[in-house]
């Protein structure tokens, strides 16, 4: 078959894109992706399609796109530690600032996304949580992601320290009613008195726990995951992937000292082992890129999620802005808390983390299984988003040869 270049159009219903495709085996130099509404019905080699609706005869009623050398098909990006871009953001808990960020983070290639909330006042905490259960009702979010309030004072990073508290049963029981089944991770410090209770409970209710914002020592924190893994292979959900997260792993913890190994050694066995999944903020700003390489030469991609933990300066200049209730300045791209000077949140997109990622020496596609096949796989949604397959949701991001940003498809609808 012979494909022409049409360009994106919002019609018709099915497409077909010839060019170089990331799938889950790999990059296809001749590949071909083919849509029919909101679904991939075909993605692998160009010369192996034969679907019916999509002969020569039937090329009127559909989009066909031949991208250019050198230039990249990849799946959707999914997000699950994301507080906002573009001027909005999710901590503060405002309808019109969220669905501001959420427009940005689809168009820039995150077709989806967890809103991360930050530590404030709980009836802060429910506003926002509510605000979020409608937002992923309409599918324009994959779920909620609590970082905090239950975090250690000593390694609160940007969280605001006079809302930190120890765990609370009740609270959290409030949280979780508010959230109607929403709420898909947690980050907590296992070290503070009543985290095994906590875990329990989140697990009972099929959200992953991630360890985070913590001062605890080794074993702690490996005792924590193996808790949490277990707790979540014996509930059985759907909606996990059956192991814990570590929350920007190296960030909000002590470092890793040869006498006191800490939190970072025991997540590195324990993702080493595929008992977690580490989150690398790959952004050359929260991690050296020597750093975030040698993470992927350890314990592999597949137990890696990369994440922007992207704040609303996100795709904007320099300037002031708010991480939550606390003010926060970006000076050369480089968020940092006004009070403390501790780095707050991201100002990078998860395609600029990808490049960032490829740049510090990963092969793209050990990247982009990073930042697609892992998070679908933490928050159960593999058989619908994470890569380019058969049945999936029809997400996909064209990119040139230095993984720039060209046209995104999200649910069959270019958004660009």
Known sequence: MTLHHDGPTAAPLKKLIHGQIATDHGIIKSGLLAISGDRILYAGRADHFDEPGFGDDDLQAVNVISIP??????????????????????????????????????????????????????????????????????????GIHLEGPFLSHSRCGAQNPAFLLEPDLELLAQLIQAGQGHIATMTYAPELPGAAELVDVLTTHGITPSVGHTNADAATTLASLDQARDGLDSTGFDGTSGRPTVTHLFNGMPPMHHRSPGPVAASLRAARAGHAAVELVADNTHLDPETVRMVFELVGAE??????????????????????????????????????????????????????????????????????????????????????????????????????????????????
Do not use: C, Q
Request: proline fraction near 4%; aromatic fraction near 4%; glycine fraction near 12%.
């Open 303 to 416: 137990n890696i999620l990369l994440v922007t933990d992207s704040m609303a300066a996100a795709g904007l200049a320099d300037g002031p802005y708010m991480l939550g209730p606390s003010p926060v300045t970006v000076t050369n791209g480089v968020a940092t808390l006004d009070a403390t000077g501790s780095i707050a949140g991201g100002t990078a997109t998860l395609l600029d983390v990808i490049r960032r990622t490829v740049a510090a020496g990963v092969k793209l596609t050990d990247a982009l299984h990073s930042a697609t096949v892992t998070p679908a796989a933490v928050l159960g949604l593999t058989d619908e988003v994470g890569a380019l397959r058969r049945g999936l949701r029809a997400d996909a991001v064209i990119v040139d040869s230095e993984l720039e940003l060209v046209h995104v498809l999200r649910a069959g609808v270019w958004l660009n």
């Open 69 to 142: 050398d050198g230039h990249y098909v990849i799946p959707g990006l999914v997000d699950i530690h994301n507080h906002g871009g573009n001027g909005g953001d999710f901590p503060g808990g405002n309808e019109e600032s969220a669905r501001t960020a959420v427009d940005f983070l689809h168009k820039a290639g995150t077709t989806t996304l967890l809103a991360s909330m930050v530590t404030a006042a709980p009836k802060d905490l429910l506003a926002g949580i509510g605000l979020y259960a409608k937002m992923t009702d309409e599918g324009l979010l994959a």
